[in-house]
């Protein structure tokens, strides 16, 4: 557990600080324009490593492919402290979500070999702590790192985490996997990375980069749906397909799966737009709105870790509900408190959004989780976290196009009011994802966690090769 800690909160710090240093980081480098850039390519990265990275933990083994994680996501920050413009800055955040990749759902998939139904609570309320101390050390850290000395010091912080997560995994994590031979589904992997990269692309430089009427723009949208509609054709096809979208036609996994897509945009676009809201229409400093997002990732690990007392005794179903149903009085509080940017105001919306998604997130995973055997797990848990990753970065894409254009509609950066205008769209946008992640929740289906609903899926077990000895 102390391994797992240590290297989750990797990513709980790394999706906190930066958010708050976004005005510096454009400060010094420039490129305004590309700033949503720097989370949609590490969460674009981070997407379209996932279902690799989940189909080697159920061949190979979880531990392995986790290092690789841990050691990438290290060498990642050491060369963004380096960036010297925003075009590198991006690179190297692409390699950064490259080894979130890999951290964020091997480290569930774990939790979930580790520990029971019953105990799963528990042992997530230890994750969600490390989100806890990280939703008030990061953004606090990033706001007087940008405001006092330099924004670069942000990924120097991820070094002396990511060398105890090395010794940590190495000394205390084992595990004894059935080794085979395997076929690597490279070609799935590369369709499923055009299609995605090629509708995010459209959607973020469409109306900025070129008109949305233009060759570039229709081009990149065609290759993209596409590409991502001959996707499941691919993978039927596929001896060992990365990513088996017949699991998804199971209720439980699909459903849970469209919860995650939901709540991927929703978060995402709180955690990426709020700090720049903040700076930007209402003249607060750096520190100031890094401890006002802070409340979201505070309320998140808060409601997660009294989830299980929740499903445990009224189901799955009716715990993502009622997270779901919170999360979207935050969200609509967000789009109605928008015309005026306080910070205290901001603060109590995003607990609220982040209580009602922790709520949402964590039933909704483990349920989909204590639905298969150890051989299914890193797929399942990679398939939900591969949904959330998608939504974060295709909601980031749309926030971001929506603020582009109306910022530079309205005058642009300098004109308080037109930035407060188009803030109040992205917000109206974050509302409608939090209606879709309710409406998704509500697809659930019905029964206690010890219901045949929730029972785990009975698979053929594939033929062992005899033993040449």
């Given at each position: 557990?102390?391994?797992?800690?240590?290297?989750?909160?990797?990513?709980?710090?790394?999706?906190?600080?930066?958010?708050?240093?976004?005005?510096?980081?454009?400060?010094?480098?420039?490129?305004?324009?590309?700033?949503?850039?720097?989370?949609?390519v590490?969460?674009?990265?981070?997407?379209?490593?996932?279902?690799?990275?989940?189909?080697?933990?159920?061949?190979?083994g979880?531990?392995?492919?986790?290092?690789?994680?841990?050691?990438?996501?290290?060498?990642?920050?050491?060369?963004?402290m380096?960036?010297w413009?925003?075009?590198?800055?991006?690179?190297?955040?692409?390699?950064?979500?490259?080894?979130?990749?890999?951290?964020?759902?091997?480290?569930?998939t774990?939790?979930?070999?580790?520990?029971?139904?019953?105990?799963?609570?528990?042992?997530?309320?230890?994750?969600?702590?490390?989100?806890?101390?990280s939703?008030?050390?990061?953004?606090?850290?990033?706001?007087?790192?940008?405001?006092?000395?330099?924004?670069?010091?942000?990924?120097?912080?991820?070094?002396?985490?990511?060398?105890?997560?090395?010794?940590?995994?190495?000394?205390?994590?084992?595990?004894?996997?059935?080794?085979?031979?395997?076929?690597?589904?490279?070609?799935?992997t590369?369709?499923?990375?055009?299609?995605?990269?090629?509708?995010?692309?459209?959607?973020l430089?469409?109306?900025?980069?070129?008109?949305?009427?233009?060759?570039?723009?229709?081009?990149?949208?065609?290759?993209?749906?596409?590409?991502?509609?001959?996707?499941?054709?691919v993978?039927?096809?596929?001896?060992?397909?990365?990513?088996?979208v017949?699991?998804?036609?199971?209720?439980l996994?699909?459903?849970?799966?469209?919860v995650?897509?939901?709540?991927?945009?929703?978060?995402?676009?709180?955690?990426?737009?709020?700090?720049?809201?903040?700076?930007?229409?209402?003249?607060?400093?750096?520190?100031?709105?890094?401890?006002?997002?802070a409340?979201?990732?505070?309320?998140?690990?808060?409601?997660?870790?009294?989830?299980?007392?929740?499903?445990?005794?009224?189901?799955?179903?009716?715990?993502?509900?009622?997270g779901?149903?919170?999360?979207?009085?935050?969200?609509?509080?967000?789009?109605?408190?928008?015309?005026?940017?306080?910070?205290?105001?901001?603060?109590?919306?995003?607990?609220?959004?982040?209580?009602?998604?922790?709520?949402t997130?964590?039933?909704?995973?483990?349920?989909?989780?204590?639905?298969?055997d150890?051989?299914?797990?890193?797929?399942?848990?990679?398939?939900?976290?591969?949904?959330?990753?998608?939504?974060?970065?295709?909601?980031?894409?749309?926030?971001?196009?929506?603020?582009?254009?109306?910022?530079?509609?309205g005058?642009?950066?300098?004109?308080?009011?037109?930035?407060?205008?188009a803030?109040?769209?992205?917000f109206?946008?974050?509302?409608?994802?939090?209606?879709?992640?309710?409406?998704?929740?509500?697809?659930?289906?019905?029964?206690?966690?010890d219901?045949?609903?929730y029972?785990?899926?009975?698979?053929?077990?594939?033929p062992?090769?005899?033993?040449?000895?």
């Amino acid at each position: 557990m102390m391994a797992l800690m240590m290297a989750t909160g990797l990513m709980a710090l790394d999706a906190t600080v930066l958010a708050t240093a976004v005005p510096s980081v454009v400060a010094d480098l420039g490129e305004f324009h590309q700033f949503p850039w720097l989370f949609s390519v590490y969460l674009l990265a981070q997407a379209v490593s996932v279902p690799v990275y989940s189909k080697l933990a159920d061949t190979i083994g979880r531990k392995p492919v986790l290092m690789f994680g841990v050691v990438l996501f290290g060498v990642a920050s050491v060369l963004a402290m380096a960036a010297w413009n925003m075009t590198a800055l991006i690179v190297f955040r692409v390699l950064q979500g490259l080894g979130a990749g890999a951290i964020g759902p091997i480290t569930m998939t774990v939790v979930g070999d580790l520990y029971t139904v019953t105990e799963r609570p528990k042992a997530q309320g230890y994750i969600a702590s490390v989100w806890a101390l990280s939703s008030v050390i990061g953004p606090a850290l990033g706001g007087l790192f940008a405001q006092y000395a330099s924004w670069r010091l942000i990924f120097a912080v991820n070094i002396p985490l990511v060398l105890v997560a090395i010794w940590a995994l190495g000394r205390f994590y084992h595990e004894d996997v059935h080794r085979r031979r395997h076929r690597i589904d490279y070609l799935g992997t590369v369709v499923l990375t055009v299609g995605l990269t090629a509708v995010i692309l459209a959607l973020l430089e469409g109306g900025s980069a070129w008109e949305w009427t233009s060759w570039q723009s229709i081009a990149s949208f065609a290759v993209g749906i596409i590409a991502l509609a001959i996707f499941p054709a691919v993978e039927r096809r596929a001896a060992e397909p990365v990513l088996d979208v017949a699991i998804l036609r199971r209720r439980l996994i699909g459903t849970t799966t469209v919860v995650s897509l939901a709540v991927g945009a929703l978060m995402t676009g709180v955690t990426s737009f709020v700090p720049t809201y903040l700076v930007s229409a209402a003249g607060e400093t750096p520190v100031v709105s890094g401890v006002a997002i802070a409340a979201l990732t505070l309320g998140w690990p808060l409601a997660s870790s009294i989830s299980g007392r929740i499903y445990l005794r009224h189901g799955f179903r009716a715990t993502v509900v009622l997270g779901a149903s919170i999360a979207v009085l935050g969200a609509f509080g967000l789009l109605a408190t928008g015309p005026w940017p306080s910070p205290w105001t901001v603060a109590v919306v995003c607990f609220v959004i982040g209580f009602g998604l922790g709520w949402t997130a964590v039933p909704s995973l483990v349920a989909a989780q204590a639905s298969v055997d150890w051989h299914e797990r890193g797929l399942v848990t990679g398939s939900n976290m591969l949904a959330r990753s998608v939504g974060s970065a295709v909601g980031v894409a749309v926030y971001g196009a929506i603020a582009n254009n109306l910022i530079v509609a309205g005058g642009g950066v300098e004109n308080r009011d037109g930035v407060v205008t188009a803030f109040i769209w992205v917000f109206g946008a974050v509302a409608v994802s939090a209606v879709l992640t309710m409406l998704a929740a509500l697809r659930m289906p019905h029964g206690a966690v010890d219901s045949d609903a929730y029972a785990v899926s009975t698979v053929e077990p594939e033929p062992t090769p005899a033993n040449p000895r």
